[in-house]
């Protein structure tokens, strides 16, 4: 364990151990990579200076990004050596800024690699205290920025609990990106507690309000299923979407040959376009209206049509609705 006396009175240390042996029948077969993942860190929280709240939406964004962001102390984040570690270069060259959770050990290692590979920054890991929690954040962080929103549950367990804000984010389509941990598949390297906490099919608790999901059974496939996920969350109409993580792939050593997604597969695909006939024959319905009514609804929403729908209201001298709860 590493010697946190030295961190000073100012400075809280947290010291975490990784021991994935644990709990485990020792006479029977394992695979060569299971247990070879241990690590030792202590992680610091630093005094916070005094400041005054940043006035705009973008200044706080900006400060929370930063202040008081708690740290790996004295660790240099090394190259990837896990493929949990190239999960977390992953999120982070998708633009993941945050990865809200309740700690769980069904994706311990994701948990690791974000602490000790990516430095706790970009992704940030957010602590939470139920997975509904985690999953509203990211709901709610996706809707606020327009960004495809990442949050890890804890095997069966976690997603049951994460189910309503799941089912929320499906009904607001808005994008989500979640990462289950699950196993581990291979059943030399489960401890008791793995057979409660696992399924033969992890999504099938939320596949009927998930744009899609995967469970992918090799290290090469998970990382094209987080990518893939993604890029099926962002694309419209945006959702939720689910990518089973392995317990034992995320600990895995890295193979030979595994490789980052090709970046142009995770882009989002454009949404889909009106009929242009159908287009020409409601402007004009709209402009012989003698009081024509313009209800936004989810356009409302979408900071880039803004002007488009303000210039048509105006043209129009038309009135308008922006009615928030609409759902279609």
């Known amino acids: 364990m590493r010697d946190t006396t030295a961190i000073g ?48 939406v973008e200044g706080r964004m900006s400060h929370m990004a930063t202040a008081g962001v708690e740290v790996p102390a004295e660790v240099t984040p090394e190259g990837a050596a896990y493929v949990s570690d190239l999960a977390v270069e992953l999120l982070r060259r998708l633009g993941c800024r945050y990865v809200p959770l309740n700690p769980g050990s069904s994706f311990r290692g994701l948990h690791d690699s974000l602490v000790n590979h990516g430095g706790n920054r970009a992704p940030q890991l957010l602590l939470c205290l139920h997975e509904e929690i985690a999953v509203s954040m990211a ?16 095997d069966l367990v976690g997603l049951m609990h994460a189910t309503m804000a799941v089912y929320n984010a499906w009904c607001d389509r808005t994008g989500v990106l979640l990462l289950g941990g699950g196993g581990p598949a291979d059943t030399r390297a489960r401890r008791r507690i793995d057979w409660l906490h696992s399924a033969a099919v992890h999504a099938q608790l939320v596949r009927d309000y998930v744009k899609w999901d995967d469970e992918p059974a090799d290290p090469q496939g998970m990382l094209n299923a987080i990518a893939r ?19 034992a792939l995320q600990e895995m050593a890295l193979p ?14 454009p949404g889909p376009a009106a009929d242009p006939d159908q287009v020409a024959a409601v402007a004009s319905l709209l402009v012989e209206a003698e009081q024509p009514v313009v ?34």
């Open 139 to 154: 709901h709610g962080y996706g809707k606020a920025t327009g960004e495809v929103a990442a949050a890890a549950v804890h």
């Open 295 to 328: 209800v936004g609804g989810r356009v409302g929403l979408n900071t880039a049509a803004t002007s488009a729908l303000t210039g048509l209201v105006e043209r129009l001298g038309a009135a308008y609705r922006d009615d928030r709860n609409v759902v279609a």
């Open 256 to 269: 030979d040959g595994i490789v980052l997604p090709d970046e142009r597969l995770s882009r989002p695909t």
């Open 9 to 56: 009175d100012e400075q809280r240390a947290y010291c975490r151990y990784l021991d994935h042996g644990e709990d485990r029948d020792t006479h029977a077969a394992q695979p060569p990579h299971v247990g070879q993942r241990r690590r030792t860190w202590a992680v610091v929280r630093r005094p916070r200076a005094a400041h005054s709240r940043p006035s705009t």
């Open 229 to 247: 996920g993604h890029m099926l969350a962002a694309s419209a109409p945006s959702g939720p979407v689910y990518v089973t993580m392995d317990a």
